[in-house]
């Protein structure tokens, strides 16, 4: 058996074209359109290309808010540990010691936002895994 599918533009029509052996040595055609079954599979592919599409798009935005969370976390606690910072310098009486632990947190939450940044890089990079801090 022999079976193709092809395109007959004078009719604008999609052709099944079946050929098979017959018992007297000859052979037996059988045609059919499936002018319909291509568009159906057409809309089909459509179809699928677009789902995967929203997939993609979903999963770029809970990555994006994922990534704006870890990186965010840090940063408020830099900005916290600042605004405390001044604080403790006004007073009358600065507390050097408090502010000072204040300052070397703010370093460390900016190595920590720095750290996330690194990660989603080399996650993009293919990259091996990083040695933790």
Do not use: C
């Not at 395109?7 to 098979?20: F, M």
């Not at 999963?59 to 403790?88: D, F, K």
């Not at 502010?99 to 996650?123: G, P």
Request: cysteine-free; proline content about 5%.
């Amino acid at each position: 058996m022999v079976a193709d599918e092809l395109y007959y533009a004078p009719l604008g029509e999609w052709i099944e074209n079946h050929i098979y052996p017959s018992n007297d040595g000859g052979l037996v055609t059988f045609q059919r359109y499936i002018t319909r079954r291509k568009q159906m599979e057409d809309e089909l592919h459509q179809a699928q290309g677009e789902l995967a599409h929203v997939a993609r798009v979903t999963t770029l935005g809970e990555l994006t808010a994922s990534i704006a969370h870890e990186v965010n976390q840090p940063l408020a606690a830099i900005v916290t540990n600042g605004q405390a910072s001044l604080r403790l310098l006004s007073r009358s009486q600065p507390d050097i010691d408090e502010a000072r632990e204040a300052v070397q947190s703010m370093i460390d939450d900016s190595l920590r936002a720095s750290e996330v940044i690194k990660r989603i890089r080399a996650l993009l990079k293919k990259a091996g895994p990083q040695n933790p801090l």
